[in-house]
């Protein structure tokens, strides 16, 4: 395995001052920033009583010493090490407000900064790159940091809103006096200025304006993000002025000691085939071993639905199908799925826009067996990503209905069958195919586990504007889910209670329970953990329940990179410690030498956090160790490409669910979408 030299996006800083004389008061007030309790200095007592502070969530303060506040006190920067998170915060902050063409006014935790990027020219909006600075003290290392990050782009109309005549409801966030404000946030004066206020363009200001863009990807965007990043660092951070606010380590960013970086178990990354055969690339292994099992299902039937003019789209699906076509073997050769075509059960319908109603009035005459296993092929001409709210509803509830006759589908995009290359795709559809048809692509080389997994992940509708979980209910790590559930995020006791019965049913099939894993989108808190240590203390069970949070962290947060590679991206596997009981794991397609080896995408290191109801647990490394091993194994179940992804299925497909489901019709999961993979 190829040697590597790992930095993280930090900065390691001393203090130029070890004291800072500081005033306070209980009041808010004009030019004071709000301190948290918890977060003032250790001697704050000199000024202020336990009874005072125990009344208040915050003090205020200027970071000034002004004795016509209160008596200044001497604050210890090393002692006080929250407190010195906001001074520094504030230093940063009034620091670049003269710098950066626009800042993000967020005082307490991090700062945004936006630069024009005047190599993207537009008529209607200013490109803006953002960057996040985020003081933290020994969170990473044992010294204080400065977590240095690229978010991306943001466009900012060069319109006014007095000049813009679209609904201002749309409006979300504003470019205001150099600072970006939430609508909610806007100082009063801003009301008076309206031709000063620039709204920031959203996904909803976006449509309305007709400003939708395809970004161009880059080849590495991982390569990308790191040059970007060292830009700043070398123009804004390592000068003269900087230092006089802090002090960065002259080394640049932080190396992380060969000691510190991990790696996941042996052949962890192995993924078992047909025919005994072992491989780490999926494509590879269905083409050499096949499916690692076939679907059950002795009587296959597939049912055409098509628009009346893709009656020749149907005809060459059917052909790719069949193998007929250059670039494709065929499902029976590709999957080993043994089929035929219910061409008595195809339906044309004639409405392009909502061919729902067609669909629904014919399925009713069908006359479906029961030895018969039915998968509608639905050729589509509105696409998942539909602009047009109501088609893009159409497309969802096409598949609702089916599920309400035990019938799973796989869509076709007709608009990409012209595709050069559109061979690629069938793969995929292929894999899909067969998990919708409880077969088994892949699985991982490991003995099956024991423990009851759950995992939740979380998708917020820009055109519902409401947050849906999924959860998804696994018994092993042979990639089998024994349930799907979706709910407004808002109820957790919903979630508790789904929970619930999938212990129970565990129970039902195994002896005995170790412990309950969820792997969560999120930190989860008292408010969705309380509800499930309810349902478990009414079953009597006492068991550990562990909560893995997973979460990507491409924008404000640690990213770690190999200077020894070309590529950039660390080797696949390896994660290091970034805290307590937290790790950045790097889940990519590097398995070594990324000079000689392909690499296919350059996803960035997920983030992982553990919590458990028994801390005790979590102090064993080896149980680290497993739980880490566990979601990287995982990622490598995704069934709806042959391609991996850097995310746990455990996330994945609830997130899938959770997308979709909000724009059924009934908003109660059909029996038949709990037990299968219809999503894919």
């Not at 700062?111 to 537009?122: E, G, P, Q, V, Y």
């Not at 250059?326 to 075509?341: A, D, T």
């Amino acid at each position: 395995m190829a040697e590597q030299n790992l930095i993280l996006n930090i900065l390691n800083f001393s203090h130029p001052v070890q004291t800072v004389e500081c005033s306070f008061q209980l009041e808010k007030a004009d030019g004071f920033y709000p301190v948290k309790v918890s977060s003032l200095p250790v001697n704050i007592e000199d000024l202020f009583s336990k009874e005072e502070l125990s009344n208040i969530v915050y003090a205020y303060t200027n970071f000034t010493a002004d004795e016509n506040i209160s008596k200044p006190i001497t604050v210890d920067l090393n002692k006080s090490q929250r407190f010195s998170k906001n001074y520094y915060t504030w230093r940063l902050y009034n620091h670049f407000l003269p710098i950066a063409d626009a800042i993000k006014t967020n005082f307490i935790n991090d700062i945004s900064l936006w630069f024009i990027n005047k190599t993207k020219n537009h008529t209607e909006y200013s490109t803006y790159q953002v960057f996040t600075l985020k003081v933290q003290i020994a969170k990473a290392t044992k010294e204080p940091e400065l977590v240095v990050s690229y978010d991306g782009t943001s466009r900012v109309c060069k319109k006014n809103v007095e000049e813009l005549t679209c609904d201002n409801g749309l409006f979300s966030s504003f470019l205001y006096d150099k600072r970006i404000y939430h609508k909610e946030d806007l100082p009063i004066e801003a009301g008076y200025h309206l031709d000063k206020q620039f709204p920031k363009i959203n996904f909803h200001l976006s449509k309305a304006l007709g400003l939708q863009t395809n970004p161009v990807k880059p080849d590495n965007k991982y390569r990308d993000y790191y040059n970007t990043v060292i830009a700043f660092y070398k123009k804004y951070l390592k000068t003269k002025e900087f230092s006089q606010i802090l002090i960065p380590n002259p080394k640049g960013f932080t190396q992380i000691e060969t000691a510190n970086v991990k790696q996941t178990s042996f052949n962890s990354n192995q993924l078992q085939f047909g025919q005994e055969h072992n491989d780490l690339v999926p494509y590879n292994g269905m083409k050499e071993g096949g499916p690692y099992a076939l679907s059950p299902h002795n009587n296959i039937k597939f049912i055409f639905i098509y628009h009346t003019i893709d009656k020749e789209n149907a005809k060459t699906i059917i052909k790719w199908f069949d193998g007929k076509q250059y670039g494709f073997r065929g499902l029976k050769n590709f999957v080993k799925l043994n089929y035929s075509i219910d061409a008595e059960k195809e339906i044309v319908f004639t409405n392009n826009t909502n061919p729902l109603e067609e669909i629904r009035e014919k399925l009713s005459n069908f006359n479906f067996q029961t030895d018969v296993k039915y998968i509608a092929i639905y050729l589509s001409q509105i696409t998942a990503d539909e602009k047009d709210e109501e088609k893009h509803r159409v497309y969802y509830q096409v598949k609702e209905e089916l599920l309400n006759y035990r019938i799973t589908s796989q869509v076709i995009d007709v608009n990409k069958l012209g595709n050069q290359g559109y061979n690629f795709y069938l793969p995929n559809i292929a894999i899909a195919l067969l998990a919708k048809l409880n077969g088994v692509p892949w699985r991982l080389q490991r003995d099956n586990s024991k423990a009851l997994i759950v995992g939740v992940g979380a998708f917020k509708s820009l055109e519902i504007g409401e947050r849906f979980i999924g959860s998804a209910f696994c018994f092993s790590n042979d990639g089998r889910f024994k349930g799907f559930e979706c709910h407004p995020a808002t109820d957790v006791n919903l979630l508790a209670g789904d929970i619930a019965k999938a212990v129970r049913k565990f129970q039902s099939e195994n002896t005995e329970i170790p412990r309950l894993i969820i792997h969560f989108y999120k930190s989860m808190g008292r408010r969705e953990l309380e509800p499930i240590e309810k349902q478990l203390d009414e079953l009597n069970l006492n068991i550990p329940i562990i909560i893995v949070t997973i979460n990507k962290t491409e924008s404000k947060d640690f990213v770690v990179f190999d200077t020894n590679s070309s590529a950039i991206m660390p080797i696949s596997g390896t994660y290091i410690k970034t805290g307590w009981n937290e790790y950045l794991l790097c889940n990519n397609t590097r398995y070594g030498n990324s000079v000689t080896e392909k690499i296919e995408a350059y996803p960035f290191p997920i983030k992982l956090k553990f919590k458990a109801t028994d801390e005790t647990i979590l102090d064993d490394i080896k149980v680290i160790k497993a739980l880490i091993d566990q979601v990287y194994q995982f990622s490598r179940m995704y069934w709806k490409s042959v391609k991996q992804q850097n995310l746990p299925v455990t996330i994945l497909y609830p997130e899938m669910v959770a997308e979709i489901f909000p724009f059924f019709e009934i908003q109660t999961m059909p029996p038949f979408g709990k037990e299968n993979l219809w999503f894919l």
